[in-house]
């Protein structure tokens, strides 16, 4: 009986043993960076990223690339987000592996907060500089104050050579050049160490004569005096004055070091400049959309009038990051992501030029396995089953014009 509860104590040992080494071995390749999780219809109906430019594909260290584009802020934001009064362009990396060397919201800087209008369309810039080698995916996005990321279309970006080569310089105002990579750690460091000595030390003052049982004996015999001699009231003293003088005169001397410092900087940018965008002369009446469960693709009857004086064709629709295009009208020449771009995804029942002053209702459908693959097949479990999305129209010349479009989506089963 002994004999088989050992084994099996063995066993499980063993057992436990290979688990924990399966766990600290398993690296899963992070291939899903957030936006798949969250809910589709929030996906659709917040934030359009377009227009998306990534400078470079492969970067060495302490090089640079930006991120460029368009973003329009969707005039018809989900209830349960609030609205992007105080907003943050963010970048989605795993740490910085890249740093953030400048950030534009229509040409202004925007290092802190700012305040985006429903309905407006901006156009935005982040200057990358590179620090740590390896494959990245790189999104832009942008963090909304009581709303959360909200996470825009993410490229593949590799960096080469060595992070230690990585360095941060700096000119400040008062002209010195530092890096800020290693800047002021030596004194970080220094401080933290002097004061946890100092610490220890008092510690090990009092732990050198026995620290427990005889000096309860002690305190329980009433002779609780006996305990603090005439130097140890002295050593205190010495502390705690030494402490005192120690933070004065750093304090002093650090001031003398650096003798002009400023409080951190922060506070809400507002009046960010939109773009001025040309009011569209194509208006699409959305008849109808749905898309079928399960499914790779969604349907739409529009109606479309071509109130301006040249004809016009539809190239794309985009949703959630996702492009669907139609080869025949427009092409991708930015590199956009793979998997959220459609080539052919974009299907019209009749897509020949619509002239000026006339109107057609077309069936368009999209379809691509990116509307599964991003989850937006999973419409299905949201609570507001709504899309919205961007329409790109082409005239004879190329001249490009976007229209929002935002309904009902009704799922269809077999
Ligand atoms: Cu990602």
Redesign the pocket.
């Known amino acids: 009986m002994k004999l088989i509860k050992d084994k099996v104590a063995k066993l499980s040992f063993v057992a436990l043993l290979m688990t924990v080494t399966a766990a600290m071995f398993y690296t899963p390749t992070?291939?899903?960076?957030?936006?798949k999780s969250q809910a589709a219809f929030m996906r659709m109906r917040t934030i359009h990223w377009f227009d998306l430019n990534w400078s470079k594909e492969e970067v060495a260290v302490n090089d640079t690339m930006t991120i460029s584009g368009k973003f329009h802020v969707f005039a018809g934001w989900p209830e349960t987000v609030d609205k992007p009064e105080v907003s943050f362009l963010n970048i989605?990396i795993p740490g910085a592996v890249f740093i953030r060397a400048g950030s534009w919201i229509g040409g202004q800087l925007v290092p802190r907060s700012v305040t985006l209008e429903l309905g407006e369309t901006y156009e935005f810039k982040v200057l990358l500089k590179a620090r740590r080698p390896g494959d990245w995916?790189?999104?832009t996005m942008m963090n909304v104050e009581g709303g959360g990321p909200i996470?825009g279309p993410?490229k593949w970006v590799t960096i080469t050579g060595t992070m230690g080569s990585f360095t941060n310089p700096i000119t400040t105002l008062t002209g010195e050049t530092i890096d800020l990579e290693n800047f002021n750690l030596g004194n970080i460091y220094f401080w933290h160490a002097f004061w946890y000595a100092l610490g220890l030390a008092w510690l090990v003052y009092w732990a050198r004569k026995p620290m427990f049982v005889p000096r309860n004996i002690a305190v329980e015999a009433g002779k609780a005096d006996s305990l603090i001699s005439a130097t140890d009231k002295k050593v205190a003293m010495a502390f705690g004055a030494g402490t005192i003088a120690i933070v004065a005169f750093s304090m002093g001397s650090t001031n003398e070091q650096y003798p002009v410092t400023t409080p951190l900087q922060a506070g809400l940018m507002r009046g960010m400049k939109p773009i001025e965008m040309p009011a569209a002369t194509v208006s699409v009446k959305v008849e109808d959309a749905s898309y079928r469960v399960p499914g790779r693709a969604m349907q739409m009857t529009l109606t479309v009038t071509n109130n301006g004086d040249s004809a016009i064709r539809l190239g794309e629709f985009e949703t959630a990051g996702v492009r669907f295009l139609d080869p025949a009208v427009s092409e991708d020449t930015t590199n956009y992501p793979d998997d959220l771009l459609a080539e052919e995804g974009l299907t019209v029942s009749d897509n020949s030029a619509l002239a000026p002053g006339e109107s057609r209702t077309i069936e368009v459908t999209a379809s691509d396995a990116a509307w599964e693959v991003y989850r937006l097949a999973d419409l299905i479990y949201d609570p507001d089953s709504r899309f919205a999305g961007l329409l790109f129209f082409y005239d004879e010349a190329g001249n490009r014009q976007l229209v929002t479009i935002d309904a009902p989506l009704i799922p269809t089963f077999i």
């Open positions: 992070a291939s899903a960076h957030g936006e989605g995916h790189v999104h996470i993410g």
